[in-house]
DNA sequence: GGACAGCTACTGGTCAGACCAGTAGAACTT
DNA sequence: AAGTTCTACTGGTCTGACCAGTAGCTGTCC
C-alpha cells in the first residue's frame, strides 16, 4: 500500500501548474510536440512567481512529458510518453538486489508473452510487414556479431509489441528490456559470440512470427515465455531458476 | 523508442543533486526514513543556489523518492517506491482511450497471473497466513455490500502480490488495479449488490489459495486469468472481447 | 532568388535575498 | 508526568538581477 500523508488542505504553488498542464495534455488540449508558454507568460497567468513556475517545469520533465532547451524563445514542448519513468522505478526497486536478474526476466517474460498474444488477435497486414523486415534484420545482424545480434532481437521484440496495439504493455517490456540490457550487456559480451544459440533464436522469432500470422494467441504466448527461458535461463543460479521455469512451462502442449 | 535529445554537455545545476541522491539511496546509504540535509544545508553542500536545490527537490518528490512538510527542521524524509509513478504512466496512456477499460484488465490479468504463479512457487507459512486472513475479510465485506467487497478483493490480490516477493510486480499490479477501480468504481456501483457474483469470486480466491497452498503454480496462473475474466469481463464490449478471452483461456485445462 | 553572416530581442538557467507560515523540541508551569 | 509557551529553525513563495543560448529577422553577396 502506498504511504500516504495527510490531505493537502490546499495545493502549493507549483501543483496547480503541474495539474494545469497534465489535464490539458490528458484531454487532448496539448498535443505531442505542442510548446507550453513561456516560463514569464506562466508567471503571469497563474499569479506566481517566477521560482514556482520553473519548479512545476522540473515535475513535468522528471514525468517525461514535457522538455525545454535553454534559450527556446518557443517554450517547453510536449513529449509522447516514455519509459522513462518506469526504468526510474524499475532501477529502485532492482539495484543491488540478489535476485534482480530473475525478477527482471520474469517479468519480462510476463509481458512479451502477452504482448505476443494480443499481436496474434490484433496485428495488422502493415504489422506482419514490419515483423517480416525486423526478422530479417536480425538474420543480417547475426553475422555482426552478438552485439548487433542483441540489438536486433530486442527490435523485434519491440516491433512485436507496437502490433499488439497496447501502449502500456509495449512501454512496460521496453523498460524492462533496457533494465536487463544493461544488467548483462557485458556478460554477454564476455561469452562471446553464440552462433547456434542466434540461430535458434532467429527460428523460434519465425515461428512467433508465424504464429501471430496465423492468429495463434496461445502459440504465440507460449513461444515467448520458451524463447526468453532457453536464451536467457542459463543465467539465473539453479535455485532460482524454478519461479522462472514455472512460467515458462506454463501452457505448454503436452509432450508426445 | 524514447525520443533523445542531444547529450548535454554539462548537468544542470538540480541535476548533479538528483543524480546525487539516488545513488545514495540506491547504493542503501540512504535508507526508506531517512531524512535528507535541510535545503540551505545543500545549497552550502553543492554551492548552488536554493532555487536550485529546490527545483532537485521537486524532482527527487516527483519520483517518488522523498517527501517535505513546510517548517520541518529534519529535512525531507527518504520514501519506499510506490505506485505513483506507473499510476501516472497508465493514466497518460489509457485517459479517454476508448478501448482503455479492455487494456487495463488485459494489464492487470497478465500481471496478476504472473503474481499467482510466483506466489505459489515462493509462499511461506506467514504468507498462507496472511492469505487465510484475506479471504476472511472478503467473507465479512460480503455482507457489507459491493463496495466493501470490492476493497477487500483488491487487498486479497495485493497480499497475493506481496507473496510473489516480485515487488515490481506488486507495485505494477497495484497501479493497474487502482486505474480500474477509478475507472469503473461508479459503474460497479450503478450495478447494484451482486451477491451470487461475490460468492464466486470468493469460491474462486479459496482455490486460488489451495493452488498456492499446494505450490500448484499453473492452476494459480491459471485461476487469475479466469476469475478476472469471469468478474469483469461482461464489462468489456463484445468485440474487444477477444484479446482479453485469448489470455484469459491460455493454459485452460482440457475440457472434460 | 538563395545562401550566409550578423544582429537582436527574446528565451531558459542560475543565483541572492527577503519574507512568511509551519514545525520540532526545549523550557517552563502545573 | 502532562500540558503550554516560546524559539530557532525549517520549507514555501516571491522578486529581481544577470548570463548563456536560441529563433528569426535583416542585410549582403553571388
Partial sequence: MSQSSPAPVKPRA??????????RVLTGELKIGDRLPGERELVTQFGVGRSSVREAMRVLESNGMIASRPG????????????????????????????????????????????????????????????????????????????????????????????SGHALLQ??????????????????EESGDDDE?????????????????DRD????????????FEYYGHLVPVQQREALAALASFGSPPAG
Wanted: aromatic content about 2%; proline content about 2%; hydrophobic content about 45%.
Fill in 72 to 163: 527556446d524563445p518557443r517554450g517547453a514542448v510536449v513529449l509522447s510518453p516514455t519509459a522513462a519513468p518506469l526504468r526510474r522505478l524499475i532501477t529502485r526497486l532492482t539495484h543491488s538486489s540478489a535476485s534482480s536478474l530473475v525478477d527482471l526476466l520474469i517479468y519480462r517474460m510476463t509481458l512479451e508473452s502477452s504482448a505476443n498474444s494480443l499481436a496474434a488477435t490484433r496485428r495488422s497486414e502493415a504489422d506482419l510487414l514490419r515483423l517480416d523486415e525486423a526478422l530479417e534484420r536480425m538474420r543480417v545482424a547475426r553475422l555482426q556479431g552478438q552485439a548487433a545480434f542483441s540489438q536486433a532481437d530486442l527490435d523485434f521484440h519491440d516491433v512485436v509489441a507496437q502490433a
Fill in 217 to 228: 494467441a496461445h502459440l504465440a504466448e507460449h513461444l515467448a515465455r520458451s524463447s526468453l
Fill in 171 to 188: 512501454l512496460s517490456a521496453e523498460a524492462v528490456r533496457q533494465s536487463i540490457e544493461q544488467l548483462i550487456s557485458a556478460r554477454i
Fill in 14 to 23: 507549483f501543483e496547480t501548474i503541474v495539474r494545469h498542464v497534465e489535464a
Fill in 197 to 213: 544459440l542466434m540461430q535458434r533464436t532467429i527460428e523460434h522469432h519465425q515461428e512467433v512470427l508465424t504464429a501471430i500470422r
